[in-house]
């Protein structure tokens, strides 16, 4: 982003616009708002130059409640709408806000194809498991055999991993965080907009009508430290009411380990390394809650930096710009075999 | 033998080989030699789907047509006056298209036992009198091509490439064309392959030195320059045309040119001639699929390019829904598609107007845009450009309609000083559009056209989307009337165009007996057939619709100044359709659908039925 | 107090509250019991497309209308005799829609500051004077309700979720209809919790006897039961009634019946309903857009199902493409579209007829599908079943147009006996249709129509695909007269459908001054404006177009019959296009796009504006 | 598949077509064909229990040339057409023939969720990393910079790994083999052929027109030994002209090491594994390649069995038949709340 502007001071208020937020009372997705609102003034950028992106979805009325430029596109089509607004203005700050129906199931070949090309637009997925606006149909994060309006006998589809999918892709920055984890999100938000290159995020998000509870074995005091572990760059993987618990790696194998009977300890521990430019640690990774007896990660799973498509394509301008001359058009038309008639 | 020149106002010739005999190449090269010597062009190549067929097969035949002369040229021709055919499958394949009496110049080496089974002769055609009725010149071509390279220590192979070189010689002594031009180009082109060029040149002498000195040759042409506007000319492909045309106005209304594209035969050259033009500041996108093309290219409008998104007919049905999206949105878009035979995959290598009412109304809701279509590959240039024009001007999509067979044909094009192409406007958003201190997305201006708001510029922050919107402050709003209201403002924003561009003009008389009514690439055919038609002393006119919605506001009153209205179309009367709806009027149809332009013999003949001639 | 009873013929009830009201529940099971005593009836839901707006705010207001009497009843009712309304926001959003005189009953408790405020009333409109036009019953329905189960330790929350059956009571007393009925359902629905069972049988009584006893009413009304056509009725809702079709068919013709659909409003009911039905060989396929809907369809068709795929209007947008290769594959294949109001995403909740000539034309190529329009809730069984029918036979897609208006509401069907239903043809490959031992795809029987060979059975191996087929050998061919052939082939067989359906009937007079000519669901509205009109002494009549491609043989011979044509839709006039074309008659219009269904006065208006009434 | 039967004797001709085929002399296809066209005997399943469905592209007309049933669709839709196909007739052997452009660009989103939901289809990815009939675009599997028709300077895009991709979705069998490698190419095709979910081949395949030579530093004798490493069940990853080198683990991290200067033996090489079922493992091997020195895995990188979409799907449908009986359609539409009129 070439247009930090240090001396700016924002607050929440200045990034709420002036339309009713219309989400259902108790809907996952207000925290998500709020917390993006808190974070933006922390990016130092001018309010002009965000772009709030969305497909269609409950979700997607996001950019309608962020006081700044927005575009709510149509069903599955927001990365790639949000790749033209990035590529025509790469000093923009371009934002998507998007469902796992939006996302993933229309969307997920522009979703795929977005990542591998690194283009800097920062994918804040909504996951509640469901879809919401069309009243709770299963969606491609739903689980197995999930009872819904359009599963009455329960589903027969594997849910997509909607991290793993995402470093299958090579995105830049995959990360994971929860509506009701305010801290936690913001912190990932603030990690999404100061990325550069694609980055997703993955947050959990309950839908209090038709998916309530999803997630509340991850998001609820009673049950959250036994099921969730965070992971903390250069920190082991430690989880449990009473930091019990750890992952421990046996060669390309991980075991959870207690660190209560002496056996194990902390130092035991795999060590978060965000920046671990090998896309299979953080695969490893992203597969660790398929396991029995495993927590689910919330946190960072990799970042790491390489040119976005935008850098290489104004490079490339650049770069014929000086080899051949800022185009003109006169010898476009004229540049050629040409004749005339007198 | 004495070898005397005739001269002649116009000549047909069909280069025909297999996909490796470099048909292509001779083709383009006969053209730009042609176009120089100031004779007027058009040219027209058809080559198979399959990209290098097995040699000798019927399948692989490649070929490419030139129309010249020293009168306007308005087609690639009907029929070839004279045919070259490298092998007999060429021979086959194109000797349906030939009328009696027509040049053939067979590569008679090339009529070997395999050839002629592959092609499915059982008899050699040279020899079994079947083409008595033509006058057939036969060359050992491949013969004399690797004579004339002896003893310069290139391969086989590398000799008999230069054949098509012989071709270009032979055929320029035919019809007294120089041989400096292609010179030159030979030396251009192969400037790293001193080898190279000291074979072509030496092999393309030769042909014309066959010509002068073979006794079989008799006939020799020569063609008077054209009378042409003045003015600097250059040859252009109709895809070409288009992406110069896009690159014009961008330049013009000082804009990024985004182009989001999938490539699609016979589109994809507009994304080749793109991509090259970085120093434009053109952003070429490669897009997954069509809907990421048209859906990047919407949000690069919205982020304040003119953006464009280009494709053939199953390209089109995949964007409709996110064209729905830029009506919705009100925001600067253009599309093109270069038609080619469907439905569905259909014959992607063959043209056809099929995609018209597709343009109109493959929508859903009331989706209106404005709909453009080229009639000829240099009018692709007018068709880009205009398109560009009326979508930045009233922000809205623009649908550019070409063809196959202009997109890959050619013609001489006066090329324009950029100085004197049409202004550009664009409303971009200024305080002005502002209430109190306040912007509104949908305020409108005296044209009804909403301001352009680009992000990244303070205080014009705003969120439009798919949604109806309300008037003027672009909210949500599922409010009845203010639906109603919306639906038929966006109708009669795009119906008002009708003031802004010219009125439909009519060749020939104002009234008359029948009006030839045509869109699109029909125009040569037309043309050359109401000229012929005229001459012979009929009433007949001609008018072909560049501006297909809105139409010209004239055009209801100019149908009606006729007796009866033709309207040939390579469909099942789209056109027609439409304009029986909106004028009422009976209007006889002439369809044509195989893939194939029409002859403009095709459309004489049937206003001659019509008019009772026999 | 004395309470007369008033016989009427007809009555519209409207219950309107927040989406948490349960209105749609209440206005529901109204609709059972008013069936149940034999009145004809018409219901429809509107509710916001926020699934759970705030409570209190305008557009978080859910209604639910009725419309039954003693006579035929072919539309929900133009305008509430009654309105039922919960809270402010309801009244203030419905009030435009009452005429003078009408009767609101409100709910007086919620009529509190805050709900006064989020509904935008400055002052109590139930004190201000300003209901003044209206007979305002104003009851204290939450009180009443909780002094209902006061003692049953029920908590707050659980009370006042009941007062929709208060609601309900009172509606009850006051047209006259048992409770057994709701009784009985409360006690199936509730069979697990006895509380609930006892808590809302008492609210719903405490209703009844509230009418009964309080001061305020003096109105009751009862609606003798409705002369139909005799047989055993239910009540559907059109999206239901598709499902049921679709089953049907499936059954009849022996076959699976395979969806492949992508959810999508007002269409998502489709795939609700068929998911249920395994035991009925029913694969539905929730696919990852509407692309993989269709396609998964047509790969279902060739493996010898019948398929469907539903939508609405931009999911059919992206099914375009698909429409093609179905075309030229000639697989037999259903596409549904609900329409919603359009353009782009639009207004997903509202009703538009805006799909009309996308469904026509929307296809690069020429692409001819055969449409067919339902024109109301229970119509839309025939509307599927007749669909698979042609798509069956025909072996081609079919696209079934139906809109959201009718998708939701409900009327009673008369349920037919699965034997009556007309046998459902398949055309199955078999040894005769082999020549000289080999199988070809696309040869034909008489009605021009190519064998279904699937999968699976020895000797019929075959390809197809999008690309132009050889006419009979099924081979990829790009010949050009047998493209021509292809093209006027398949637009032939799909007009020739047109000697396979019934003739288009007239309601009314066979000739006269008027025809109101309709199509899909403005058929309640335009019959009774119609019967009004007639029993006025106008020479009006009314035709109803189901199939609207091809269209019945003798419209054009029915259209001459009639002074002047009315063609009144809910767009900006796409069948009006269509008839002026194909006729080449001037029709009149009558476009409506507002997101709502046509009130019946609207289009009696019209044609006596037209016939000069005043 | 059910119709398994012994009796059948086929040869490669009962599955040769009376098209002709009409691929450019040279093309990497015919290879593909005719191994295929020599596996399917091997199959033991009936010819006419073969369906064939293609997209567009060079690679998709291969269903014309194959003696079987066969679709030839529209770009990209292949596995939904596909998916169609095996839904309502479980008991075929249904295939996919694709290239690069025709299933990870416009079919991406197609192609993720059938291997997410584990469809019975093989489907085998002609990948030639161009766009053939379209006559010479880049494709989603180009190297970065490429120069072709539509970069005249170099693309600015990143290729998919489409084994990674693959993996990322959990297909059920992920695979790589080469056109000029027929011995190999046979037995992967068998592989897929026998695998009862979603199988995934990619087969390196060379355009002699558009992009020649893509993969000659993989499939030429020269270079193929110290290129390729084949990956066997059971075996250690050896590679090199003289099998001089091996791939070994350690901890999560593969090295590349000497097996000549005797510090290490084939006995400390990471032993392959295909039916490891955590698909971090798989994901690891399918990064291999981007490491430098590293060799290009072909063979099966992991295979798993687990329900297929049609196996759960007809077991609901059996489920629910014992539970409410065969389907009626008298009850359907009678069992409700009805009323006569007489
Ligand atoms: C082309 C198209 N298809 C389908 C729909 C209907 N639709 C709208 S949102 C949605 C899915 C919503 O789910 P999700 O993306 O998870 O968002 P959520 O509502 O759960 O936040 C669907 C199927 C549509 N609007 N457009
Ligand atoms: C909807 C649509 N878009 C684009 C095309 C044009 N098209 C045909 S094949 C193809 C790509 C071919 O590349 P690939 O799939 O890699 O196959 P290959 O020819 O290399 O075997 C494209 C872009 C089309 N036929 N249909
Ligand atoms: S339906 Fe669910 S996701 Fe949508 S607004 Fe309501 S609670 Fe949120
Ligand atoms: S273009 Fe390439 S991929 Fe296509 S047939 Fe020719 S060699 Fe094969
Ligand atoms: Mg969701
Ligand atoms: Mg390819």
Redesign the pocket.
């Known amino acids: 982003m070439s247009t930090v502007e240090l001396e700016i001071k924002y607050t929440p208020k200045d990034f709420q616009s002036d339309q009713d937020v219309r989400w259902c009372p108790g809907c996952g997705?207000y925290s998500i708002l709020a917390q993006v609102q808190r974070t933006l003034p922390l990016l130092k950028i001018k309010k002009e130059k965000f772009v709030f992106v969305s497909?269609?979805?409950?979700?997607?009325r996001f950019p309608y409640y962020v006081d700044t430029y927005g575009f709510h596109g149509?069903?599955?089509r927001a990365t790639a709408i949000a790749t033209g607004v990035k590529l025509t203005n790469p000093d923009l700050s371009v934002w998507v806000a998007?469902?796992?129906?939006?996302?993933?199931?229309?969307?997920g070949n522009h979703f795929i194809h977005t990542c591998r090309k690194n283009v800097d637009i920062k994918i804040l997925l909504?996951?509640?498991?469901?879809?919401?606006?069309?009243k709770g149909?299963y969606?491609p994060?739903s689980e197995l055999h999930k009872v819904t309006k359009s599963s009455p006998y329960g589903t027969t589809e594997y849910p997509f991993n909607p991290v793993a999918l995402a470093i299958g892709t090579e995105a830049t920055l995959v990360a994971r965080s929860m509506d009701r984890d305010p801290k936690h999100l913001q912190e990932m938000i603030l990690r999404a907009g100061q990325h550069k290159g694609t980055a997703f995020l993955e947050i959990y998000?309950n839908?209090n009508i038709?998916n309530d509870g999803a997630f509340f074995h991850l998001t609820e005091k009673e049950y959250k430290a036994d099921n969730v572990v965070y992971l903390r760059h250069n920190e082991p993987l430690v989880f449990g009411k009473e930091e019990d618990k750890g992952i421990r790696l046996d060669g390309m194998n991980p075991l959870v380990v207690s660190l209560k009977d002496g056996k194990w300890s902390k130092d035991d521990l795999l060590v978060h390394d965000e920046f671990n430019r090998d896309p299979a640690y953080a695969a490893m990774l992203s597969r660790l809650e398929e396991k029995p007896g495993f927590p689910v990660p919330i946190g960072v799973f990799r970042q790491i930096q390489k040119p976005t498509l935008e850098d290489m394509l104004y490079e490339q301008i650049n770069e014929v710009k000086r080899k051949k001359g800022e185009g003109d058009l006169r010898k476009l038309f004229f540049d050629t075999t040409t004749w005339e008639i007198k | 033998m004495e070898k005397q020149i005739k001269e002649v106002k116009r000549i047909t010739i069909r280069f025909a080989g297999d996909s490796g005999d470099g048909m292509q190449l001779a083709g383009n090269i006969f053209g730009d030699t042609t176009a120089l010597v100031g004779n007027d062009l058009s040219t027209l190549p058809d080559y198979p789907s399959e990209i290098r067929a097995p040699a000798g097969t019927l399948y692989g035949v490649s070929g490419f047509q030139l129309h010249f002369g020293s009168k306007e040229i308005y087609t690639p021709g009907d029929q070839p006056d004279v045919l070259v055919a490298m092998n007999p499958a060429a021979l086959k394949v194109n000797l349906r298209d030939l009328y009696h009496g027509a040049i053939i110049i067979v590569n008679s080496d090339s009529f070997d036992q395999k050839n002629l089974q592959l092609a499915g002769f059982e008899t050699n055609p040279l020899e079994d009198g079947s083409l008595a009725n033509y006058q057939v010149i036969s060359v050992p071509i491949t013969t004399l091509t690797i004579r004339a390279l002896e003893g310069m220590g290139l391969s086989m192979k590398e000799m008999t490439r230069c054949k098509n070189f012989f071709v270009l010689g032979l055929t320029y002594w035919m019809f007294d064309r120089p041989l400096e031009p292609t010179i030159n180009w030979i030396h251009k082109k192969f400037a790293k392959n001193p080898k190279m060029i000291e074979a072509n040149e030496k092999v393309l002498k030769a042909g014309y030195f066959f010509g002068d000195t073979a006794e079989i040759f008799t006939m020799r042409f020569t063609i008077k320059p054209a009378q042409l506007e003045k003015g600097v000319y250059r040859n252009v492909m109709g895809n070409e045309a288009l992406a110069l045309g896009f690159v014009a106005a961008a330049r013009k209304a000082n804009l990024k040119l985004f182009q989001g594209s999938y490539p699609i035969t016979p589109a994809s050259e507009i994304l080749h001639e793109l991509s090259a033009l970085r120093n434009f500041d053109v952003i070429t996108f490669q897009a997954e699929d069509e809907i990421a093309g048209i859906t990047t290219a919407i949000g690069a409008a919205f982020g304040g390019a003119l953006a464009i998104t280009t494709t053939s007919g199953p390209g089109l049905s995949l964007k409709t829904?996110a064209m729905g999206l830029a009506v919705m949105a009100e925001l600067p878009l253009v599309i093109v598609d270069v038609q080619r035979a469907g439905p569905s995959t259909g014959m992607p290598t063959k043209t056809e107007q099929g995609d018209l009412l597709q343009a109109m109304f493959g929508r859903n809701g009331e989706a209106p845009i404005p709909v453009i279509a080229a009639k000829s590959p240099a009018d692709c240039f007018y068709a880009a450009y205009e398109a560009s024009r009326i979508a930045l001007k009233y922000m809205t999509p623009v649908i550019v309609l070409s063809e196959g067979y202009i997109a890959q044909g050619s013609e001489p094009w006066r090329i324009p000083e950029p100085v004197e192409l049409q202004t550009i406007e664009t409303n971009f958003a200024s305080e002005e559009d502002k209430k109190d201190g306040k912007f509104y997305p949908y305020v409108r201006n005296e044209l009804n056209v909403r301001p352009w708001a680009v992000p990244g510029i303070a205080g014009f922050e705003h969120r439009i989307g798919g949604l109806e919107k309300k008037h003027i402050t672009g909210d949500v709003s599922s409010e009845p009337t203010n639906h109603e209201f919306m639906v038929k403002l966006r109708d009669q924003k795009i119906q008002n165009i009708a003031n802004d561009i010219p009125l439909q003009d009519v060749f020939g008389e104002q009234e008359g007996d029948v009006l030839v009514l045509g869109w699109g690439g029909t125009f040569g055919a037309i043309r050359d057939a109401v000229i012929r038609l005229i001459e012979k002393g009929y009433k007949v006119s001609h008018a072909q619709l560049f501006y297909l919605n809105p139409m010209p506001k004239n055009l209801g009153e100019i149908l009606k100044r006729f007796k009866r209205i033709l309207i040939p179309e390579l469909n099942l009367g789209q056109l027609a359709f439409i304009i029986r709806s909106r004028f009422l009027v009976d209007v006889e149809q002439l369809n044509k659908i195989q893939g194939l332009p029409f002859r403009s013999s095709e459309i004489e003949n049937k206003v001659l039925k019509m008019l009772g001639a026999k």
Chains 1, 4 share one sequence.
């Open positions: 997705d497909g269609i979805g409950c979700s997607s149509i069903h599955g998007t469902g796992d129906g939006d996302l993933l199931s229309i969307g909504f996951n509640n498991r469901i879809y919401g606006l069309t149909q969606s994060t998000q839908c038709f | 829904e």
